[in-house]
């Protein structure tokens, strides 16, 4: 296992690392690497979920969504990806019941001990045998969800995705560490064009919060669809196989009353969501 830590070269030493470890069910995996014991020793911890084979999955993530967190801590403290949904990303090529093979990168913040600022982790790889802890298996259809989309211009991708109801109404949430937002349909009925408003199969809400962050000037709260002047649709391109798959798209005035004062226009919204498993 090696990587480059805030620009110095790092691998892990012999006798301190554990293999990726399948610790919580299907799609689950832990890496921890440390270098040799010592005042100067550095660990890299990787903890991935729902991950349900080879590809490039996002770190600062959590629950049901395919990706996971990292750690990078030395004797001073610990830093760790928050839940942005974009903290850094894993890129598995190998994934076997016996070997994984990866490289990742990521940037943590201070979370514990005495660490303060960041650590930037580049040019990571691992190369590592498996070490069965749990029956391996399928992962739910429920835990692997992607919801992204572009927030007045900036990327935004979810670290955490929930999803509930049946055809006459079917709720997302979804949210990361600077904006939250919940998508309601009504009457989905398949593939097809829902409108915000009107009768059938519809968008019925969207409601979007934030920022969460104290050291930005963006308002925190809040746009709604029930404001007056919302515009906007959800396509549904596919409903087969247990899973939802489609795009969106708004502009949404700020809500009366919020710290909003500018409309919310979200574009290349993508969501592909598991309903059953």
Avoid at 52 to 64: A, E, F, H, S, W
Avoid at 220 to 229: D, F, S, V
Avoid at 243 to 251: N, W
Wanted: hydrophobic share 35%.
């Amino acid at each position: 296992m090696r990587a480059t830590i805030e620009g110095t070269s790092w691998q892990s030493g012999a006798g301190a690392l554990t293999s990726p470890v399948q610790t919580a069910g299907p799609g689950g995996y832990t890496i921890t690497g440390s270098s040799q014991p010592g005042a100067s020793a550095r660990t890299i911890f990787l903890w991935l979920m729902n991950i349900p084979g080879p590809g490039t999955y996002p770190l600062g993530t959590g629950g049901n969504v395919s990706g996971g967190s990292a750690i990078v801590s030395d004797a001073t403290g610990g830093w760790g990806t928050p839940l942005s949904g974009a903290a850094g990303s894993i890129s598995i090529t190998t994934l076997t019941d016996s070997r994984f093979v990866a490289t990742f990168f990521f940037t943590a913040e201070a979370s514990s001990g005495s660490a303060t600022g960041t650590r930037t982790v580049t040019a990571g790889s691992v190369d590592l045998p498996i070490s069965i802890v749990a029956p391996p298996g399928p992962v739910a259809n429920r835990s692997r969800n992607r919801v992204q989309a572009t927030l007045n211009g900036q990327a935004w991708n979810a670290a955490t995705v929930a999803t509930s109801g049946a055809a006459s109404i079917f709720v997302v949430a979804a949210s990361n560490t600077r904006h939250s937002m919940t998508i309601a349909l009504g009457d989905v009925a398949g593939p097809g064009t829902y409108p915000l408003g009107g009768s059938g199969p519809r968008v019925l809400n969207v409601a979007v919060r934030g920022p969460d962050g104290a050291a930005t000037s963006e308002p925190t709260c809040c746009w709604n669809t029930n404001t007056p002047g919302a515009t906007g649709s959800v396509v549904v391109q596919s409903s087969a196989s247990g899973r939802l798959v489609g795009t969106f798209s708004f502009t949404i005035p700020p809500q009366a009353g919020s710290g909003a004062t500018a409309p919310l226009v979200i574009t290349n919204g993508v969501f592909d969501l598991g309903v059953d498993g």
